[in-house]
Nanobody, 131 residues
Framework: QVQLQESGPGLVKPSQTLSLTCTVS??????????WSWIRQPPGKGLEWMGA???????YYNPSLKSRTSISRNTSKNQFTLQLSSVTPEDTAVYYC???????????????????????RGQGTQVTVSS
């Protein structure tokens, strides 16, 4: 069983950097074949995969967000974080962290994640970008 909990500010000003943390309960985030991702859902739209971190700390990003996105981890706290720079009101969304465990090459797992596949997901946190 994996439990994930997102935390971070609910309001960010335009042009600033959005920072969110996902705290994981259950496995250590460096346990083999676990993949940790960030997903978001803007109001009235579908889920969008933003990027992911592998158990070896390799990162993969959605090409449409790659220039503004950074995902990292803190193994001592069993957390991974999302940073999204230069935010605009279009980045307003509910942000989720999620996990997937597959005994597959990382590139295949990323393909699954981009299609919306995950095993566990946090409850989500609303982030509004507004001045």
């Amino acid at each position: 069983q994996v439990q994930l909990q997102e935390s971070g500010p609910g309001l960010v000003k335009p042009s600033q950097t959005l920072s969110l943390t996902c705290t994981v309960s259950g496995p250590s985030i460096d346990t083999t074949y676990y993949y940790w991702s960030w997903i978001r859902q803007p109001p009235g739209k579908g889920l969008e995969w933003m990027g992911a971190l592998t158990f070896t700390s390799t990162t993969y990003y959605n090409p449409s967000l790659k220039s503004r996105t950074s995902i990292s981890r803190n193994t001592s706290k069993n957390q991974f974080t999302l940073q999204l720079s230069s935010v605009t009101p279009e980045d307003t969304a509910v942000y989720y962290c999620a996990s997937l465990r597959r005994w597959l090459p990382a590139t295949q797992v990323m393909d699954l994640m981009m299609l919306g596949e995950y095993d566990y997901r946090g409850q989500g946190t609303q982030v509004t970008v507004s001045s």
